[in-house]
């Protein structure tokens, strides 16, 4: 399975944006992580393949939404209310199968990552 991640951009604060993350071959859970300069990775979604559970972490939910195209095995990360905080080079990541629901989020069961796309918010 390989990943292709796209969609950052610049955005002024408030704005939106969709992020994709392509994969060819059979990919399973899929989960957007990212990179702030200076600062570790951290997990932002996870889309477990099985059951379609969505997790989010704390400071993104509400605000971005995770979803599946699966004619296209396209996963999309739909993010409005954009904040600077949240300009970071934004990451897909899989692993084959499922997945139980606390490690969802968890960058450490992920094998297999994408390229990353920079976000930018800033006026």
């Known amino acids: 399975v390989q990943l292709q991640a796209s969609g950052g951009g610049l955005v002024q604060p408030g704005g939106s944006l969709r992020l994709s993350c392509k994969a060819s071959?059979?990919?399973?859970?899929i989960a957007w992580f990212r990179q702030a300069p200076g600062k570790e990775r951290e997990a932002v979604s996870c889309?477990?393949?099985?059951?379609?559970?969505?997790g989010y972490a704390a400071s993104v939910r509400g605000r971005f939404t995770i979803s599946r195209d699966k004619a296209d095995n396209t996963v999309y990360l739909q993010m409005n209310g954009l904040k600077p905080d949240d300009t970071a080079l934004y990451y897909c990541?899989?692993?084959?199968?499922?997945?139980?629901?606390?490690?969802?989020?968890?960058?450490?069961?992920?094998?297999?990552w994408g390229q990353g796309t920079l976000v930018t918010v800033s006026s």
């Open positions: 889309l477990r393949r099985g059951d379609g559970y969505k």
């Open positions: 990541a899989t692993r084959p199968g499922n997945i139980i629901t606390g490690r969802c989020l968890d960058q450490g069961v992920y094998d297999t």
């Open positions: 071959g059979n990919p399973g859970t």
